[in-house]
C-alpha cells in the first residue's frame, strides 16, 4: 500500500503542514497511523479526503459545513438530500454577497466620481463621504 508522509501529502494536497495537523486536531481528518521511528503515515484515502476539503473550500463552504459533508459521506445509503440543501443555501449566500459587492462597486463609483483628486485633502468629498452614517 502505498503511504505518504505529512510533507508529501502537504505537496501532494498543495497545503501547509500546520494545514493538516489543524485539519486533525478539528476532526476533519483521522489522526494516521504511525511508522515504527513515530512519522505519521497517509493512505490515498486521506489525499483525496485533504482534496475534498481544499474543493469544497474552494466554493466557499466553511469547516463547520464540510464537517457536515464528510459527516452525510459515512452513511452512503442514505439519500442527497442533505446534500442538495446545502448546495441550495450556499449558492443562495453567494448571491447574496455578489449583490452586496455590486452595492459597494456601485458606492465606490460614486465616491471616486465626487472628486477629481485636486482639492486639498482637508476639503475631500470622498473622505468626507465616509463619515456618513449611510451603509455602503
Known amino acids: 500500500m502505498l503511504i505518504f508522509r505529512i510533507g508529501e501529502l502537504a505537496n501532494r494536497g498543495k497545503v501547509n503542514l500546520e494545514t493538516i495537523r489543524y485539519y486533525e486536531r478539528e476532526g476533519l481528518m483521522q489522526s494516521p497511523q504511525r511508522t515504527s521511528s513515530g512519522h505519521r503515515a497517509y ?44 448546495i441550495e443555501a450556499k449558492a443562495l449566500e453567494v448571491k447574496v454577497k455578489i449583490a452586496h459587492l455590486r452595492a459597494i462597486a456601485r458606492t465606490l463609483r460614486k465616491m471616486k466620481a465626487s472628486c477629481d483628486g485636486g482639492c486639498p485633502v482637508g476639503e475631500c468629498l470622498i473622505l468626507e463621504s465616509l463619515n456618513s452614517r449611510r451603509p455602503a
Request: glycine fraction near 4%; aromatic fraction near 6%.
Open 43 to 86: 493512505a490515498p484515502r486521506d489525499l483525496l479526503r485533504l482534496r475534498f476539503i481544499k474543493r469544497a473550500q474552494a466554493l466557499g463552504f466553511t469547516l463547520a459545513e464540510i464537517k457536515e459533508f464528510l459527516a452525510l459521506k459515512l452513511d452512503p445509503d442514505q439519500t442527497g438530500e442533505n446534500v442538495v440543501h446545502q
